[in-house]
């Protein structure tokens, strides 16, 4: 195989079994605090959230360290030292007496993270420029398919071997994954070069990399893209009970809807990467953001539950094609040298949205109710693409006017 294909099927396994890892807890979370003996059912809601939450706070907060100890030292190094961590992290879950013990573990887990952007970071460095979409949607594809069967692992495993296990299991397949990234992955890293670039901090990073007006726009997609799909997600239930009604199967039918979008978006990451190579990622991310912005409006109008399914799977096409083409394009723009803080930043802007999204979709939901909050994604979208349109479009036409004049 190529080496960057080798690169690609190992990062996304790693992907893979990272995303599964952190969402598997998510089914049995409240029982898992149950069973160390919290019982008020208040007193096990918050430490659920607080749990939830405290790896996507210091993910935020961290991984623009990361992402510049990365530029300097290897992309390597830094997914060798996530996957590692993670592993004897999540292993160390298992054997958590109380929840302060789990919180502590997710917010140690989230100042280790940084598996994603220094894999997106490694793989555009060392995949051929004609193919990065198709690399960056294959590899999204991974994290998506991890995050989607995660919680259905998580569940399974929980009724067959019981809580504590999983995580013994999770952190073993995590350190097999760093430990054939650690022997087959390679990248094309000079220490020497790196070395002699000029040591800034994480504020001077980002005012060099907002010289480029066309990465805030994109960081804001990735933070518009997680925002829209957590502000609702956590109302999916009710709502689905609404349009259902009482009766049988309403988990279930909950469970499909908030599936769905992950399983088209898993489908269509790799078909829309591979077409962003040969038309170009401003367009596929052009048409994505429309689309999707579009997707949420007849969300707000559906009167049963297959509408809703259906409008949900649509969604989750055109969410596909926009990390890709996001990442894709994250890379045409940033200097050499600090393409790992670029996407570390891209990655805390996600980690932001994961925050944001559910808080604020929380507190609006009383006044604008769920079908509210999909017309509010939907004009945020459009108003992003607008923004996309203006900074990557407009910049492209003025290149192309200074080169002729």
Same mark, same amino acid.
């Given at each position: !195989? ?25 089914? /049995? ?30 993910? /935020? ?9 990365? #530029? ?21 879950? $298992? ?8 919180? !502590? ?37 991974? $994290? ?22 999983? /995580? ?17 992955? &390679?990248?094309?890293? #000079?220490?020497?070069?790196?070395? =002699?670039?000029? =040591? ?12 480029? &007006? ?51 978006? !898993? ?9 962003? #190579?040969?038309?170009?990622?401003? =367009? ?6 429309? $689309? ?16 809703? /399914? ?8 055109? !969410? ?16 050499? $040298? ?68």
């Amino acid at each position: !195989m190529v080496r960057w294909r080798i690169n690609l099927t190992v990062l996304w396994i790693g992907q893979f079994l990272v995303m599964s890892g952190m969402t598997m807890i998510t089914p /049995f979370l409240p029982l898992y605090i149950q069973d160390m003996g919290v019982t008020d059912p208040h007193e096990v809601a918050v430490w659920a959230g607080l749990i939830f939450a405290g790896n996507f706070v210091t993910s /935020f907060i961290f991984q623009p360290i990361w992402g510049g100890l990365a #530029d300097r030292y290897g992309r390597k190094v830094m997914l060798l030292r996530s996957g590692f961590g993670m592993a004897v992290v999540m292993t160390l879950m $298992g054997f958590a007496a109380s929840p302060s013990h789990l919180l !502590m573990l997710r917010v140690l887990n989230g100042v280790i993270s940084g598996f994603m952007p220094a894999a997106v970071a490694l793989l555009s460095t060392t995949t051929p420029r004609d193919k990065i979409g198709f690399a960056m949607g294959t590899l999204q594809s991974g $994290g998506v398919a991890g995050s989607i069967l995660g919680p259905f692992i998580g569940g399974l495993l929980a009724e067959w071997i019981g809580f504590r296990p999983i /995580f013994y299991i999770t952190g073993g397949l995590l350190f097999c994954a760093s430990l054939v990234a650690l022997f087959l992955v &390679k990248e094309n890293f #000079d220490p020497a070069m790196a070395k =002699k670039q000029p =040591k800034i901090s994480i504020l001077e990073s980002f005012n060099v990399l907002k010289q480029a &007006k066309e990465l805030p726009s994109l960081y804001a997609v990735t933070f518009i893209i997680q925002f829209s799909m957590l502000s609702s997600m956590p109302l999916i239930p009710l709502f689905v009970q609404e349009l259902h009604g009482p009766g049988n199967m309403l988990a279930f039918y909950a469970g499909l809807v908030g599936s769905v979008t992950g399983f088209s978006n !898993m489908l269509a990451s790799p078909l829309l990467g591979r077409w962003s #190579d040969r038309i170009g990622p401003e =367009k596929i991310l052009a048409v994505c953001l429309i $689309g999707a912005a579009l997707s949420f409006i007849p969300q707000a109008l559906v009167t049963n539950i297959w509408q809703l /399914f259906a409008s949900r799977f649509m969604l989750g096409v055109f !969410m596909g094609g926009m990390l890709p083409c996001v990442q894709t394009l994250i890379r045409r723009y940033t200097p050499n $040298g600090m393409e790992s803080r670029a996407y570390s930043f891209n990655a805390s802007a996600l980690s932001l949205g994961n925050m944001m999204g559910p808080i604020i979709g929380g507190a609006v939901s009383g006044w604008l109710s769920i079908r509210g909050l999909f017309i509010m994604s939907t004009v945020m979208m459009l108003a992003n693409a607008l923004w996309v349109r203006q900074t990557l479009f407009h910049g492209r036409a003025s290149d192309k006017t200074e080169i002729q004049s």
